[in-house]
């Protein structure tokens, strides 16, 4: 009487094995890169020159601030990061390509854009390669084994001189002055 129940106990001892092997095998690891590379670089553009200047010689600007935004298939914000430029203009940042709760970011509903300069006769984002709307991450510059890298850029900041001033006028905007300053 003893054997068969040695024999039973064994075999409820396998099946219960092979059942925690079986879980563990569905929970594997996600294969491939885990982290994200976003980098570029951020210059100044001076209007005052000619337009070949203008465009291809900008200086870069140390300790700018640039992000990036995540957002899931609902469009709520699911990662926010942000890198300050060192003294080349050069942003680099790294990021988990798992949330903390083991969602996967989708790179494609991912921008990075333009935040803030630190100096002040160069501060005013410009839209050159999407600084001021964002760029989205679709197409990597490096895609091989374990990294996966986005260079962007670059992007521009420019002096406040540079900038068209809006002279639309709509009646909203006197917000019941009357049009009388």
């Not at 079986?22 to 690891?29: C, D, G, Q, T």
């Not at 995540?70 to 890198?83: A, F, K, L, P, Q």
């Not at 790294?94 to 903390?100: G, L, P």
Request: hydrophobic share 30%; charged share 25%; aromatic share 8%.
């Amino acid at each position: 009487m003893r054997m068969p129940m040695v024999i039973v106990m064994a075999a409820v001892a396998a099946s219960l094995l092979l059942a925690c092997m079986n879980v563990s095998e569905a929970r594997e690891e996600p294969k491939g890169p885990k982290v994200i590379h976003v980098g570029g670089k951020v210059l100044c553009q001076d209007c005052s020159n000619g337009w070949y200047e203008w465009v291809h010689e900008g200086k870069p600007i140390k300790g700018c601030r640039v992000s990036v935004t995540c957002m899931d298939e609902h469009d709520r914000v699911i990662y926010y990061g942000s890198d300050e430029t060192d003294e080349e203009g050069e942003f680099e940042m790294i990021i988990d390509k798992y949330t903390s709760k083991g969602k996967e970011l989708k790179t494609e509903l991912c921008k990075t854009r333009l935040v803030s300069s630190p100096d002040p006769a160069c501060n005013v984002p410009t839209d050159f390669a999407g600084g001021q709307s964002g760029v989205e991450l679709f197409n990597p510059s490096v895609n091989y084994r374990d990294l996966t890298k986005y260079n962007l850029g670059p992007f521009y900041f420019t002096s406040p001189m540079c900038v068209e001033p809006d002279t639309t006028y709509s009646s909203s905007d006197d917000q019941g002055q009357g049009g009388q300053y």
